[in-house]
């Protein structure tokens, strides 16, 4: 159990487009839903949690204009990187917290996103 | 001074040994402990959880918590190549909305 997907796995695009990556926890419902970042070999850097059906909410730093996240429904996250740069290129993971565990995160297996 | 630390290794060992990972905190609300695994390009695994002080084992893995000295180790007995990974301790207390902290990750690599 506790499954988190995400789609697409890999993306290139190029500078100047928009990109969405979405997030599904597929046997649980998740209240709470997280964006992290991810540079090669360093830690994840939270960007910003989402609640169902509230604004997410950005960490410092994260500019919520370029990254867009919308959290749906219980079971779905999107996170849309508007107007791509090459510095925006990195790893970009979700993970999904439950109603009955509150302290249990589960990841989904990441999208590096390329921009060109 | 980060709220978790964590040394980002590497840390080399040959096949067979024990791996000690630690970390430490400087929060004394933090109630939940956790450690993760990473593979390269994968998202995180949870690996193992403890509440509170004390001691948890699950196969090669023991987790101990020493909420006294805020410091929190991994053990991993018999190590196999296969267990080559990043290892992140996470941690969440009761307020704040469980908002987990998360070490920088301690890179492992285990030698056949």
């Given at each position: 159990?506790a499954v988190?997907?995400?789609?697409?796995?890999?993306?290139?695009?190029?500078?100047g487009?928009?990109v969405k990556?979405?997030?599904?926890?597929?046997d649980?419902?998740?209240?709470?839903m997280?964006?992290?970042?991810?540079?090669?070999?360093?830690?994840?850097?939270?960007?910003?949690t989402s609640?169902e059906?509230?604004?997410?909410?950005?960490?410092?730093?994260?500019?919520?204009?370029?990254?867009?996240?919308?959290?749906?429904?219980?079971?779905?996250?999107?996170?849309?990187?508007?107007?791509?740069?090459?510095?925006?290129?990195?790893f970009?993971?979700?993970?999904?917290?439950?109603?009955?565990?509150?302290?249990?995160?589960?990841?989904?297996?990441g999208?590096?996103l390329?921009?060109? | 001074?980060?709220?978790?630390e964590?040394?980002?290794?590497?840390?080399?060992?040959?096949?067979?040994a024990?791996?000690?990972?630690?970390?430490?905190?400087?929060?004394?609300?933090?109630?939940?402990?956790?450690?993760?695994?990473?593979?390269?390009?994968?998202?995180?695994?949870?690996?193992?959880?403890t509440?509170?002080?004390?001691?948890?084992e699950?196969?090669?893995?023991?987790?101990q918590?020493?909420k006294?000295?805020?410091?929190?180790?991994l053990?991993?007995r018999?190590?196999?190549?296969s267990d080559?990974?990043?290892?992140?301790?996470?941690?969440?207390?009761?307020?704040?909305?469980?908002?987990?902290?998360?070490?920088?990750g301690?890179?492992?690599?285990?030698?056949?």
């Amino acid at each position: 159990g506790a499954v988190v997907s995400q789609h697409p796995s890999w993306v290139i695009c190029k500078s100047g487009t928009s990109v969405k990556i979405e997030c599904r926890s597929l046997d649980f419902q998740a209240t709470t839903m997280f964006w992290y970042r991810q540079f090669p070999k360093q830690s994840l850097m939270l960007m910003a949690t989402s609640n169902e059906g509230s604004k997410a909410t950005y960490e410092q730093g994260v500019e919520k204009d370029k990254f867009l996240i919308n959290h749906a429904s219980l079971t779905l996250s999107t996170l849309t990187v508007t107007s791509a740069h090459p510095e925006d290129s990195s790893f970009y993971i979700c993970s999904a917290r439950g109603r009955a565990v509150s302290y249990e995160q589960y990841f989904g297996p990441g999208t590096r996103l390329t921009v060109t | 001074q980060k709220e978790v630390e964590q040394d980002p290794g590497p840390l080399s060992v040959p096949e067979g040994a024990i791996v000690s990972l630690n970390c430490t905190y400087s929060n004394s609300a933090f109630q939940y402990f956790m450690w993760y695994r990473q593979y390269s390009r994968k998202g995180p695994e949870l690996l193992m959880y403890t509440y509170s002080s004390g001691n948890k084992e699950d196969g090669r893995f023991t987790a101990q918590v020493d909420k006294s000295s805020k410091y929190i180790s991994l053990f991993i007995r018999d190590s196999q190549p296969s267990d080559s990974a990043t290892y992140l301790c996470a941690m969440s207390g009761d307020t704040g909305g469980f908002k987990t902290i998360f070490g920088a990750g301690t890179r492992l690599f285990v030698k056949a």
